[in-house]
C-alpha cells in the first residue's frame, strides 16, 4: 500500500504517522525529541525514528514510504529544505530534508511546524472550504499560517505568519526577537501563565488556571484575561488588514479555554474593525495532531506536484 511519512518535531516531543493516499492515519508513534542530550543528538533522533517508521512501513505494507513530510519549530528554509534556527532545538542552518532524503532514499518536504498545522486545519479542519483563511497559535510563543487556495504562503524568506512580532504595545516588555511591546508578550498562553502566576502568587499556575478563575469571577485574573484578550485584538485586525481572511482559526493552548476566549475575543474584534470584512472566528479543530496531518499533507503534495525525483539521493 503506497503511503508517506508525516513527522511532527516539537521541543520535547515527536508525533509521527504513516498516512495513506485517502489521508488515512495508518500507524502512529511517539517519542521523545531528547534535546537535553543537544542538537546532534535531537538530528540522530529525527533520522533513526524516521528509519524505523520506513521499515515499519516495509514490513507492514510490503514497501517503504514514497515520501515523507516533517515539520519543525524555529524559521525554517523551506524552499532549502533547512532548519535555519530553532532556540528550542539549539539548531543553526541544519540541512535536514538532505539528511533524511539520505536515510530514508525517498524525497522529503520540510515545513514550519505552525504554517504544517495551519496546512492541515486549512484543508481539513476550521478551515476547510474558505478560500482565504489565517490560521493563528497561542502557544509558548504567538505563529501564524497564511491560507490562500489550499496552501500555506511561507513569504520570500520563510517569515510570513509571524503575527506574534506585530508590536501591540510600543515600548512594552523586550521580547526575545529583539523588539519591544510584541503581541507573544501579551497574548500567548505563555505570557498569560506568566501573568497570572504573579498574580496569584502560585509559581506553578498556567493558563488554564487563569482561565478557570475568570470563570469563577476573580477580579485579577479578569483583567489579565482581557488585557490579553485586548492585545490580541489588536494584533489580529492588523492580520486581518492586511490579509482580509474569510476565517480566522484560532489554536494552541490558549484556545483550550474555549468560549472563555472566544466570546470576548469575538466582541474585541468586532469593535476594532471599520471598513474591514469581519471574518469568521473559530476554534481549530485538530488539536495536537495538525502538525503530523500537515507533515502528511506536505509529502503528499511532494509526490502530487514533481513526483519527488529531485528530491531522491
Not at 504513516?18 to 525529541?33: E, I, K, N, P, Q
Not at 522529503?108 to 474558505?130: F, I, P, Q
Not at 483563511?133 to 509558548?140: K, R, S, Y
Not at 472566528?281 to 488539536?287: D, E, H, N, R, T
Amino acid at each position: 500500500m503506497r503511503h508517506v511519512i508525516a513527522l511532527d518535531v516539537g521541543g520535547t516531543g515527536m508525533k509521527a504517522a504513516l498516512v495513506g493516499a485517502d489521508g488515512a492515519l495508518l500507524h502512529r508513534a511517539r517519542r521523545a525529541t531528547g534535546r537535553e542530550r543537544g542538537p546532534d543528538a535531537v538530528v540522530a533522533g529525527i533520522l533513526d525514528f524516521a528509519a524505523e517508521l520506513r521499515a515499519h512501513g516495509t514490513e507492514r505494507f510490503g514497501e517503504g514510504a514514497a515520501a515523507a513530510g516533517v515539520a519543525v519549530p524555529g524559521i525554517v528554509d523551506e524552499t532549502h529544505g533547512v532548519a535555519a534556527y530553532s532556540a528550542n532545538l539549539g539548531w543553526r542552518d541544519v540541512p535536514l530534508r538532505a539528511l533524511l532524503a539520505e536515510r530514508l532514499g525517498a524525497p522529503v518536504a520540510l515545513g514550519h511546524d505552525v504554517r504544517t498545522g495551519g496546512l492541515a486545519e486549512g484543508r481539513l479542519g476550521a478551515g476547510r472550504g474558505a478560500d482565504r483563511f489565517l490560521f493563528v497559535a497561542l502557544g509558548t510563543g504567538i505563529a501564524g499560517a497564511i491560507g490562500i487556495d489550499g496552501r500555506v504562503e511561507a513569504g520570500a524568506h520563510g517569515f510570513a505568519g509571524e503575527i506574534g512580532h506585530i508590536v501591540v504595545r510600543p515600548g512594552g516588555p523586550p521580547c526575545p526577537c529583539g523588539q519591544r511591546g510584541c503581541l507573544e508578550r501579551f497574548a500567548s498562553a505563555a505570557a498569560v501563565s506568566e501573568a497570572w502566576a504573579r498574580a496569584s502568587g502560585t509559581p506553578d499556575a498556567d493558563a488554564a488556571d487563569c482561565a478557570k478563575a475568570v470563570m469563577s469571577g476573580d477580579p485579577n485574573a479578569v483583567r489579565i484575561w482581557q488585557e490579553a484578550v485586548d492585545a490580541l485584538a489588536d494584533g489580529l485586525v492588523t492580520g486581518l488588514t492586511l490579509l482580509d481572511p474569510r476565517t480566522l482559526v484560532i489554536g494552541g493552548g490558549l484556545a483550550e479555554a474555549g468560549e472563555t476566549l472566544f466570546t470576548p475575543l469575538r466582541d474585541a474584534v468586532r469593535r476594532r474593525v471599520t471598513f474591514q470584512k469581519l471574518p469568521e472566528i473559530v476554534p481549530a479543530a485538530l488539536g495536537d495532531t495538525a502538525g503530523c496531518l500537515g507533515a502528511g499533507l506536505l509529502a503528499w503534495d511532494l509526490l502530487d506536484t514533481t513526483d519527488g525525483k529531485e528530491d531522491t539521493p
